[in-house]
């Protein structure tokens, strides 16, 4: 067993490559931004755009951004977490640590795993028109499995809410070809069409864009991969609520960092804490949001 921590540049940010085996993985400090997962010699797990741009200041598509103290459109999200913000109607979507550096937190290497973790102090950095304190922990273990949780810490004297999600980019063979298992019966909020509550019927394939809020599913979800011959396993504690997302052809063609033929490649599945099932801390408490993947042959 042998594992590895590196620094490096890529682009123009500053990462790490972590090794355990045959498995590798690239994170930034730009938003403890995972970038890259996979095997040696093999197919991405994790998927990065080839028009991905490195640059600091920038949000990267692909890979495992990380979402909060908001998931997607402020507005969209329930009135306590729009109240955190002073200034609602000009917040992006998906909060404001994606793309800014966090804190190196630690490293760690051992016969079993490779391990590095970042933290986002807000008393330290202050996020513009957030005027809250609050402690992010975002935390990799590469080892026979891809183990990552964020723990968001409540270092204020008020209440704090959010919503977040760990906004996981998946390469896949074809999308065409692809499906979600575990899903069945759940209910979704179809975003697409009025955000009506609808009822997943069986496995879930594609064959439009998608973009569905799904309630209460399981803890492990499965993307079944026939062209690549292969099960990407997902098992998350700490999250209520999964994104499923592909954007297919015209939102494609509209989405920045993004080939007009990616979407026949990627697939996102986004372990959030959304809508109902938002967070709101008391004073010194710890939320987690744990996520591990592996895979099938
Ligand atoms: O998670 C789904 C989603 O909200 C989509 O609607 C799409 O906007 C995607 O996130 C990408 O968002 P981004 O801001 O990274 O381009």
Redesign the pocket.
Known sequence: MTSGVERIKQGSLDCWSLRFNNSKLLIAQQGAQILGYGHEGGRPIIWLSEEARLEPGN?V?GGV?VCWPWF?DLQRNPQSIQAMHQQPQQAS??GLVRSIDWSLAGIEQHEQAACISFSYNTLEQPLAHWPHAAELRLSVRLGERLSISLACRNLGEQPLSFSQAL?TYFAVSDIHTVGVEGLEGCDYIETLDNWQTLTQSGTLHFSGET?RIYLHPPAKLQICDPGWQRTINLLNRGSQSA?V?NPWIDKARR?SQFNDAAWQRML?I?HANVLEDMVTLAPASEHQLHLDIWVDK
Do not use: I, N, T, Y
């Open positions: 949000s598509r951004p997607g979507a998906h906004h973009d994104v997302w989405l996102c986004e």
